[in-house]
């Protein structure tokens, strides 16, 4: 497993950075300090592991200012699979791990491939930094122990130590040879020395219980003999001074009512006869009054239902249609209005079509071009003139062409003659230099000859080609054919616009205005055929709202009165302007015929009838005269609702009064005839034998409730009255008697108190001694925390005896396997050394430890401060971690390792001799070095073959 890419778009001090495509072997990251070493260390870390702290707030390495750090590494693995792992640390931490396809999202969690090797194992072996060459940390150590020597990576596998511990821990809970803690035994045996102490004393409590269960036996004997004498007692005052009291009042009682029986039988009438019979008086003058009132008002509503006349329905009826007219009143005086402006466009366009024809075409306008005007194809005419003239361009172009040609070719003429000029030159040179000899004619000669020579080169390069002749021809053939497409162009516009009569001259040479025109000649004909169409629905549409209006005047009534009645709300000046609208309706009608045959010379007959019938009447004054008609017809309408629904509310009004006034009456009578019935001279003296029998009654009832209200139990006490009747008990009592018996009744009641307090302390202390236990139970749990005991104690033994077996069993192991990792560290610090220190060994004892061997004198030296130098130390340390390297790979996979600034302490031998060891390692796994010094680079670079990847401040 190697790193071939790592990328920081915002950790630490690294921003945007990316490194350069990562190389097997040797990498050597070099930088100033607070370049980025050790934050680039960290991102590796993190990469594999995830984010610690997983707190954007606490997390060291989110960039000042920034809303996230985030952090991208790509790993190609021992399959040759290439996996990109992504992590970013938000208010929570993401984290995804790419697989060709596939997107696994990690959030925090470790890489899948280091997840057996944790992460201070990772810090302590793979990670090393110059701070941390020492002896491993406790905690480190142990995990290292435990993974090298447990299994590869055994997550269920617990280190030695730490179950030894927890043996030990369990062992001493359980028994202490000691006093200190609260061990199981310590507290079995105090517990059973307490219950011994009080099995003693739950004998002598069973002896004082036995004690009070009889004395509270006796007591309570004489509790009974006293309540009774204490009920004789209370039976005897009870009826002497509650019974005696209440039978008075009943006689009392009694005797009233035998006084006022007669008047039981008139509870039928008012309790104040008199009082109720002047009421009924005041009431019956008060209804018939109400009465004539309410007659009058029904007399009012039956006119005001009658007002509302068979035409009012009629108009109720087409109310939704009136309303209709109503609201299209705006639009139908909007149609009149839109109507006159159509009018006037379409007269307005005509004269523009008759003026711009009288530019475009011969002869002017006339009503049979419309057609030809409108089956000239716009489109086909405007790339026919595109056509057109771009053929003539081509044609002026190519003949400007020919025309230059030409001229060029009778420019070089006369050159036809320097062939035979420069042959001359030449032959006249050659034979003077032949026939002269070394004299100086010789070399005139050879001028002559050269000159005959240039002369003939220069007319063969530039005037003596006779190619041009032929090209001469061909642009002529080819400006006949641009001439030939110019005239079929001209046929195509001309073919185009057939059947309209346009100036031959524009047709020789069609341009862009010839479309213009064309164009505006279509566009006034479209405005004016859309304009007419247009007017022929507004008259359509009048002339049914016309019908409409007509028709709801007739059925509503108003079709003989009603023309004369709208007429008269018209107003003149109104019916001017509309007839002056009408008159130039026809006018403007009878000249829009002029401006095309058959689509534009047709006026609809019905318009002109719907002119004749506007003219007999206004319209919109009809509708206001529906208008009215209708809210007045509505109004009486609504008072003939409102007028029957007050009818009936009168109705029933009027109806309750009539049989009230019944009632009273009948009440009245009968009143009257019961009072007939009782004894008395007149009327007002039955009256009062009446009232005063009732007094009689009331106060025999007050007596009665009184005596309920101070007597609950008044039945009881009655009833106990007669059964002492029937016993012929004696009803007169005696003052001294009945205190000797109240005296006597006190003493009971303390006596029954001393009683009572005894026995409820009896009680108590019999349950409370019963609550303590008896001597049963405490034996029974004596019994029980002997064998508990027992069980302690083989339950520790057998905890002793197996951590005795995990020590010695955990002691042959390491015998066994931990020699191999010491003799590989051996090996490569007798490399580093040069073999001055040649093995490592573990030290026995509490505090791990490791012991050095001297090559020379196979001395053993303890690997500590104070007995070897800064740089051994480092070397021995590095060398142990090494060794660990090849069995911690997690998987077999060859993990990089991390080495920041180790050999800063190293001398040249021993260094160069780490450099090899460098190379060995590098061969295996991919190595990064972080360094800020420049030799240690120079040096690297020169001996080894390493990457260097600097990093910039």
């Known amino acids: 497993m190697r790193f071939q890419r790592l990328k920081a778009q915002a950790f630490g001090c690294l921003k ?38 997983a707190n954007r707030d606490a997390n060291p390495y989110v960039p000042w200012g920034e809303a996230e750090a985030a952090c991208e590494g790509e790993l190609l693995l021992e399959e040759g699979e290439v996996v990109t792992v992504s992590r970013r640390l938000r208010s929570t931490p993401i984290g995804m791990l790419i697989q060709e396809d596939e997107v696994v999202e990690l959030r925090n969690r470790m890489l ?43 997550s269920f596998l617990r280190p030695v130590s730490e179950v030894v511990r927890e043996l030990d821990d369990e062992a001493n809970r359980l028994w202490r040879s000691d006093r200190r803690g609260r061990p199981r035994a310590r507290d079995i045996g105090e517990r059973l020395k307490e219950l011994r102490a009080s099995l003693e004393e739950a004998r002598a409590r069973e002896e004082r219980l036995r004690r009070a269960q009889m004395e509270l036996v006796e ?20 009826r002497c001074e509650r019974l005696n009291p209440v039978r008075k009042k009943l006689k009392r009682i009694q005797e009233l009512k035998e006084a006022s029986a007669y008047a039981s039988d008139y509870d039928d009438l008012p309790p104040d006869p008199a009082q109720r019979l002047e009421y009924i008086d005041r009431q019956l003058e008060d209804l018939r009054l109400q009465r004539a009132r309410l007659e009058g008002k029904k007399r009012q509503l039956e006119g005001v239902i009658k007002a509302c006349t068979e035409r009012d329905k009629a108009l109720l009826n087409h109310a939704g249609e009136i309303k209709l007219l109503v609201k299209s009143y705006d639009r139908i005086k909007a149609d009149q209005d839109e109507l006159n402006n159509i009018e006037t466009d379409i007269k307005s366009w005509g004269e523009q079509l008759r003026r711009h024809a009288s530019e475009v075409l011969v002869g002017g306008w006339k009503p049979e071009l419309a057609e030809a005007v409108n089956a000239v194809d716009a489109a086909a005419l405007k790339a026919g003139i595109d056509s057109f003239r771009q053929a003539r361009e081509q044609y002026q172009e190519q003949l400007n062409r020919v025309e230059a040609l030409r001229v060029r070719l009778g420019q070089r003429r006369g050159a036809r003659y320097v062939p035979w000029l420069s042959g001359a030159f030449s032959i006249m040179g050659m034979l003077g230099f032949i026939l002269s000899g070394a004299s100086a004619m010789r ?11 240039i002369l003939l080169l220069a007319w063969w390069l530039f005037g003596g080609r006779t190619a041009e002749y032929g090209e001469l021809e061909l642009e002529e053939r080819r400006l006949a054919q641009l001439h030939d497409r110019v005239n079929e162009e001209r046929s195509q516009i001309q073919k185009l616009v057939k059947g309209v ?118 319209v919109l004054s009809a509708i206001d005269l529906l208008q009215v008609a209708l809210q007045e017809a509505e109004r009486r309408y ?49 009256i009062d034998g009446l009232m005063k029998a009732r007094e009689l009654a009331r106060q025999a009832d007050s007596f009665l409730e009184d005596l309920r209200r101070d007597y609950p139990d008044l039945d009881d006490i009655r009833q106990q009255i007669m059964e002492l009747a029937q016993k012929d008990e004696e009803w007169i009592f005696d003052d001294e008697m009945l205190a000797r018996a109240k005296a006597e009744r006190d003493q009971i009641e303390q006596e029954l108190n001393a009683l009572n307090s005894e026995i409820g302390t009896l009680k108590k202390e019999i349950e409370l001694g019963m609550g303590q236990g008896n001597m049963d139970e405490i034996e029974g749990e004596i019994a029980v925390l002997e064998w508990e005991l027992k069980k302690v104690a083989r339950q520790r033994d057998r905890i002793l005896l197996l951590k005795n077996l995990i020590l010695e069993a955990e002691k042959r192991f390491r015998e066994e396997h931990q020699p191999d990792v010491l003799k590989k560290a051996g090996r490569y610090l007798s490399i580093i050394t040069d073999g001055r220190y040649t093995r490592l060994f573990t030290k026995e004892g509490q505090q791990a430890g490791l012991l050095v061997k001297c090559g020379y004198s196979d001395e053993l030296i303890e690997v500590g401060e104070g007995f070897l130098s800064r740089g051994t130390l480092e070397q021995i340390y590095l060398s142990l971690r090494l060794a660990f390297i090849e069995h911690l790979d997690p998987g077999g996979r060859p993990m990089p390792v991390f080495l920041d600034e180790v050999f800063v302490n190293w001398d040249g031998f021993r260094l160069d001799n780490g450099f090899g060891l460098l190379k060995e390692l590098a061969q295996q796994r991919q190595v990064f070095i972080f360094t800020c010094h420049d030799w240690l680079v120079e040096r690297l670079a020169g001996k080894l073959d390493v990457q260097v990847v600097e990093l910039q401040i």
């Open 16 to 53: 945007d950075w990316e490194s350069p495509s990562l190389k097997p072997g040797l990498i050597l990251v070099c930088g100033r300090n607070e370049s980025g070493k050790s934050t680039l260390f960290n991102l590796i870390t993190t990469l594999f592991y995830g984010w610690y702290p």
């Open 638 to 686: 609504q008072d003939a609702q409102a007028a029957k629904s007050q009818m009936e509310d009168l109705e029933p009004e009027l109806s309750r009064v009539n049989g009230t006034v019944v009632q009273l009456e009948r009440e009245k009578n009968y009143i009257l005839g019961r009072l007939e019935e009782l004894p008395g001279e007149d009327i007002n003296a039955r």
């Open 112 to 154: 899948p491939y280091v997840e057996v090797l944790p992460r201070d194992v990772f810090r302590e072996v793979y990670a090393i930094e110059l701070r941390n060459l020492k002896f491993p940390e406790h905690s480190a150590w142990e995990a290292m122990q435990q993974q090298l020597l447990g299994g590869q990576f055994s």
């Open 219 to 238: 007591r309570q004997r004489m509790l009974e003999k006293d309540i009774a004498r204490k009920a004789e007692l209370m039976a005897y005052i009870d």
């Open 443 to 453: 070399f005139v000669s050879a001028i002559v000859m050269v000159t005959g020579v």
């Open 501 to 618: 009569p346009l100036a031959l001259q524009r047709l020789e040479n069609p341009d862009s205005t010839l479309l213009v025109d064309i164009g505006r000649l279509k566009e006034l004909l479209e405005r004016i055929k859309e304009s007419s169409r247009r007017r022929d629905v507004l008259v359509e549409r009048i002339k049914q709202n016309e019908h409409r209006v007509l028709k709801l005047l007739k059925a509503c009534g108003l079709d003989k009165n009603g023309v004369e009645s709208f007429r008269l709300l018209r107003d003149s000046e109104h019916h001017d302007g509309d007839s002056n609208v009408s008159g130039s309706r026809l006018s403007s009608a009878n000249t829009c015929s002029d401006f095309g045959a058959g689509n534009f010379g047709v006026v609809y007959s019905g318009y002109s009838h719907g002119i004749d019938v506007a003219r007999q009447g206004d």
